[in-house]
């Protein structure tokens, strides 16, 4: 049984990882992208999926199926925007870990820690592979400055 504190946790998670899986599914479909680029943010795409996937299942009956829409519109205008799109990409997985990273500070179940946590690895990994996309600057992959994400 999950408190009511790893609900509200993972509700917040849910809900970035929805909105984070349709801006992937955005910029996928782009045509301003090389092929290997579309199968790369391809694969990115799916991890956020099952990421949706899996908080779905521990969250059951509690479980949220809407996008943070005003973060969605945020994120939108900066992938439109061709230049910016490694760059908002960046911040949006850098904001996702920084808000994961924060939540498991107060969540109760090991169990939900430690999916958050596995998150944020392969989070922290797309990270570093986006960061290459836009400077030869290693500090840039390895130093998230990021705040955490409000949720509307």
Do not use: C
């Amino acid at each position: 049984m999950l408190s009511a504190t790893d609900i509200k946790h993972l509700g917040l998670t849910q809900t970035l990882e929805l909105t984070t899986r349709d801006l992937y599914k955005f910029v996928v479909g782009r045509k301003s992208l090389s092929d290997d680029e579309s199968q790369m943010l391809a694969q990115f795409h799916s991890h956020h999926v099952a990421y949706e996937q899996t908080i779905n299942g521990l969250l059951g009956k509690n479980a949220v199926s809407e996008r943070d829409e005003a973060m969605y519109v945020g994120f939108l205008q900066k992938l439109s925007e061709s230049p910016n799109v490694w760059t908002a990409l960046l911040q949006i997985e850098n904001s996702l870990i920084t808000t994961h990273t924060k939540s498991i500070e107060s969540i109760e179940s090991a169990k939900v820690a430690a999916v958050i946590a596995s998150m944020i690895t392969i989070e922290a990994r797309h990270a570093a592979i986006l960061a290459t996309m836009t400077s030869t600057n290693l500090s840039l992959a390895l130093d998230n400055k990021e705040s955490v994400l409000v949720v509307s």
